[in-house]
T-cell receptor
Framework: AQKITQTQPGMFVQEKEAVTLDCTYD???????LFWYKQPSSGEMIFLIYQGSYDEQNATEGRYSLNFQKARKSANLVISASQLGDSAMYFC??????????????FGQGTRLTINP | NAGVTQTPKFQVLKTGQSMTLQCAQD?????MSWYRQDPGMGLRLIHYSVGAGITDQGEVPNGYNVSRSTTEDFPLRLLSAAPSQTSVYFC????????????FGPGTRLLVL
């Protein structure tokens, strides 16, 4: 079974600093996808970034980038120039194969990020 | 588009009661899923559907039933509520393309006493 591990329960960062949230994964599949989601205190799940296992370049979306190291099975999220609004829970997730091409997601336990002014 | 909607937002049940959590999407998505999120944890898949009439179990299906009679709706039924089912429930939908995110509803907070 696939597994996602996020080893940082909480992180505290000064505003405007860059922050890296760790994510390691375990899978025997050759084709897979990795997602990062943000969950603010209001509770909704907000998609941030996606990395496919065959993508040659690291994914980037604005201030978010994904440091994908396939051999080490890691997919760390990097947030540049952090802002107070970045304070939230962050979840790493992996797409797991399912029937008829469906997309099942396996989530890590999350990292609570707090940005200090 | 309303996206993915869930009702109710909050519900309190007594042990043994049954109820249905509603989920609807207006994006003509083929795939729909139910997840639960327990305090301090990530989401875990309960059931999912790949189209009307086709469903499959996820990681934690026990105590829940689903059916999908239309593309738009994917209700989750709790047959006999237990305190262990106290959680936040998220419904999600997508077209199923590999790189595509799932679109999540706002969640239903369920408390079973």
């Amino acid at each position: 079974a696939q597994k996602i591990t996020q080893t940082q329960p909480g992180m505290f960062v000064q505003e405007k600093e860059a922050v890296t949230l760790d994510c390691t994964y375990d899978t025997s599949d050759q084709s897979y996808g990795l997602f990062w989601y943000k969950q603010p205190s209001s509770g909704e799940m907000i998609f941030l970034i996606y990395q496919g296992s065959y993508d040659e370049q690291n994914a980037t979306e604005g201030r978010y980038s994904l440091n994908f190291q396939k051999a080490r099975k890691s997919a760390n999220l990097v947030i540049s120039a952090s802002q107070l609004g970045d304070s939230a829970m962050y979840f790493c997730a992996m797409r797991e194969a399912a029937i008829q091409g469906a997309q099942k997601l396996v989530f890590g336990q999350g990292t609570r990020l707090t940005i200090n002014p | 588009n309303a996206g993915v909607t869930q009702t109710p937002k909050f519900q309190v049940l007594k042990t043994g009661q049954s109820m249905t959590l509603q989920c609807a999407q207006d994006m003509n998505h083929e795939y729909m899923s139910w997840y639960r999120q327990d305090p301090g944890m990530g989401l875990r898949l309960i059931h999912y559907s790949v189209g009307a009439g086709i469903t499959d179990q996820g990681e934690v299906p026990n105590g829940y039933n689903v059916s999908r009679s239309t593309t738009e709706d994917f209700p989750l039924r709790l047959l006999s509520a237990a305190p262990s089912q106290t959680s936040v429930y998220f419904c999600a939908s997508s077209w199923g393309r590999r790189q595509e995110t799932q679109y999540f509803g706002p969640g239903t907070r369920l408390l079973v006493l």
